[in-house]
């Protein structure tokens, strides 16, 4: 079942097409992000993540993109597939204050046979 | 699988009442985090144990407590419930404090009527 916010921010992609999710942190001194995966009914799966000192980081078929002028992450996902249907969050981390992770508000990504 | 488990999976209850969340964290992971998903609140972190301390606090309400025992489960005790508690409730464990990359629980679904 559902298990995140109505109003979500939604991205329908047809399958083995290239998926781009985006992120707007909030915190200019944060130095650390993580992209999480959350399917139906379960919980948040770690992706990728990246440090403040690096533009971009590859995956596996995932890519993430940091631009810190303008506060803005992103998750790029190559060749889509169904099982790539979830919800996606940024999470932000400044080493230099609370240990805690603050997440985004996700993005629904729907991915179309 | 993440390695965390959670019990129970889910949980109905009535106002007023109080509920114990259980959590297992990954073998050799000496931190526990919290977390509430609402449908309009997103991921919000409540409150982080490490080997058996408080560590960090987050919107945790008064209602709310935890703790982590020496074996290193954590329980979250939800007391004098009310409609706006139902949510998913998600615990994470890290392998430190200050480990970034947190790994979650399959999580409990609490509905309360």
């Known amino acids: 079942g559902e298990s995140v916010g109505l109003h979500l921010p939604t991205l329908s992609v047809q399958e083995g097409d290239n998926s781009i999710i985006n992120c707007a942190y909030s915190?200019?001194?944060?130095?650390?992000f993580i992209w999480y995966k959350q399917e139906s009914g379960k919980g948040p799966q770690f992706i990728i993540d990246?440090?403040?000192?690096?533009d971009k980081r590859q995956g596996q078929r995932v890519t993430v993109l940091l631009n810190k002028t303008v506060k803005h992450l992103s998750l790029q996902i190559a060749a889509t597939q169904p099982g790539d249907s979830a919800v996606y969050f940024c999470?932000?981390?400044?080493?230099?204050?609370?240990?805690?992770?603050?997440f985004g508000k996700g993005t629904k990504l729907t991915v179309n046979p | 699988d993440s390695g965390v488990t959670q019990t129970p999976k889910h949980l109905i209850t009535a106002t007023g009442q109080r509920v114990t969340l259980r959590c297992s964290p990954r073998s050799g992971d000496l931190s526990v985090y919290w977390y509430q998903q609402s449908l309009d609140q997103g991921l919000q972190f409540l409150i982080q144990y490490y080997n058996g301390e408080e560590r960090a606090k987050g919107n945790i309400l008064e209602r709310f407590s935890a703790q982590q025992f020496p074996d290193l489960h954590s329980e979250l005790n939800l007391s004098s419930l009310e409609l706006g508690d139902s949510a998913l409730y998600f615990c994470?464990?890290?392998?430190?404090?200050?480990?970034?990359?947190?790994?979650f629980g399959p999580g409990t679904r609490l509905l309360v009527l």
């Open positions: 915190n200019s001194a944060s130095d650390y």
């Open positions: 994470a464990s890290s392998v430190t404090p200050r480990e970034e990359t947190q790994y």
């Open positions: 990246i440090r403040s000192n690096m």
């Open positions: 999470a932000e981390n400044w080493q230099g204050g609370s240990e805690k992770l603050v």
